[in-house]
């Protein structure tokens, strides 16, 4: 299914592109939206390489995901000069436990700043139910993501786990329940973005990882596709690590990426 018109993304995560850099001139209304759904992965090993990344590419980019590599390297307190220059965090570490450590996790997130939050949606239904409560009552509150099934992973690697459902096919079942419990947040390859579009409907925050340019490396992403795929099936914002972390020059790199995104915004 391809949608005529990109979804749109909730207001309260519709950030108003503030950098503390130098000012870049706006070429299109388009592509101001496309810096608001890009989300750069800072997947380093430390905060003096987060930061050169940062410095780099913040006249490009307004969202910036912190996951567990750096975030164990660093601490909390990697987030804090990211908040401080307007920055937007997508803090994905993927909180699977008992349902009340999950709530404990997800509150202590909300806490320090975080825009988005991520839980695997395979800790169950108990689970993600206490995940979104945690939620309840918090001023502005991030969004809770839900992770379905890893870009990593392919019908082969699900199983070797003894899932034989397609990878596809267990997204769908993941998102139902997730639903169920309450979450309007899901993270899945760009292959299911029209089938979770299709049952979350426009309310639905999709943050798509395994995003790869044409023509670049694709690592150990098995399920990918190009800015401008998952954007035609439903995605609300692209995650993009090593085609721009890992570019001779990252900021000329998300630059192509956004005009890219932008001719389908």
Same mark, same amino acid.
């Given at each position: 299914?391809?949608?005529?018109?990109?979804?749109?993304?909730?207001?309260? /995560?519709?950030?108003?592109?503030? %950098?503390?850099?130098?000012?870049?001139?706006?070429?299109?209304?388009?592509?101001?939206?496309?810096?608001? +759904?890009?989300?750069?992965? /800072?997947?380093?090993?430390?905060?003096?390489?987060?930061?050169?990344?940062?410095?780099? &590419?913040?006249?490009?980019?307004?969202?910036?995901?912190?996951? &567990?590599?750096?975030? #164990?390297?660093?601490?909390?307190?990697? !987030?804090?000069?990211?908040?401080?220059?307007?920055? %937007?965090?997508? !803090?994905?570490?993927?909180?699977?436990?008992?349902?009340?450590?999950?709530?404990?996790?997800?509150?202590?997130?909300?806490? /320090?700043?975080?825009?988005?939050?991520?839980?695997?949606?395979?800790?169950?239904?108990?689970?993600?139910?206490?995940? +979104?409560?945690? !939620?309840?009552?918090?001023?502005?509150?991030?969004?809770?993501?839900?992770?379905?099934?890893?870009?990593?992973?392919?019908?082969?690697?699900?199983?070797?786990?003894?899932?034989? +459902?397609?990878?596809?096919?267990?997204?769908?079942?993941?998102?139902?329940?997730? &639903?169920?419990?309450?979450?309007?947040?899901?993270?899945?390859?760009?292959?299911?973005?029209?089938?979770?579009?299709?049952?979350?409907?426009?309310?639905?925050? !999709?943050?798509?990882?395994?995003?790869?340019?044409?023509?670049?490396?694709?690592?150990?992403?098995?399920?990918?596709?190009?800015?401008?795929?998952?954007?035609?099936?439903?995605?609300?914002?692209?995650?993009?690590?090593?085609?721009?972390?890992?570019?001779?020059?990252?900021?000329?790199?998300?630059?192509? #990426?956004?005009?890219?995104?932008?001719?389908?915004?």
């Amino acid at each position: 299914m391809l949608y005529d018109s990109v979804m749109p993304i909730p207001e309260r /995560l519709n950030p108003t592109f503030t %950098s503390t850099g130098s000012p870049v001139p706006a070429r299109s209304n388009r592509l101001e939206e496309a810096r608001k +759904r890009l989300i750069v992965a /800072l997947d380093v090993p430390d905060a003096a390489s987060a930061s050169a990344l940062i410095a780099r &590419l913040e006249d490009n980019c307004q969202w910036f995901k912190v996951g &567990l590599e750096l975030f #164990i390297a660093a601490g909390p307190s990697v !987030l804090a000069p990211l908040l401080k220059r307007g920055h %937007s965090i997508f !803090l994905d570490l993927k909180f699977n436990d008992i349902p009340n450590t999950v709530a404990g996790a997800v509150r202590s997130a909300a806490a /320090l700043g975080a825009r988005m939050i991520t839980v695997h949606a395979a800790g169950g239904p108990s689970m993600l139910a206490a995940a +979104r409560a945690a !939620l309840d009552g918090l001023p502005n509150p991030p969004q809770l993501l839900a992770v379905t099934v890893l870009t990593s992973m392919d019908a082969a690697q699900l199983s070797a786990i003894g899932l034989e +459902r397609s990878p596809s096919q267990q997204v769908e079942w993941l998102a139902r329940m997730g &639903l169920a419990a309450g979450i309007r947040g899901f993270v899945c390859s760009p292959r299911e973005v029209a089938s979770l579009r299709a049952l979350t409907g426009p309310e639905g925050v !999709l943050v798509i990882p395994g995003i790869r340019p044409a023509g670049s490396a694709t690592g150990d992403q098995k399920r990918i596709a190009t800015p401008a795929e998952a954007l035609r099936q439903g995605a609300s914002f692209l995650v993009v690590g090593r085609p721009i972390t890992q570019a001779p020059d990252p900021a000329e790199a998300a630059e192509a #990426i956004l005009k890219e995104m932008a001719e389908i915004l």
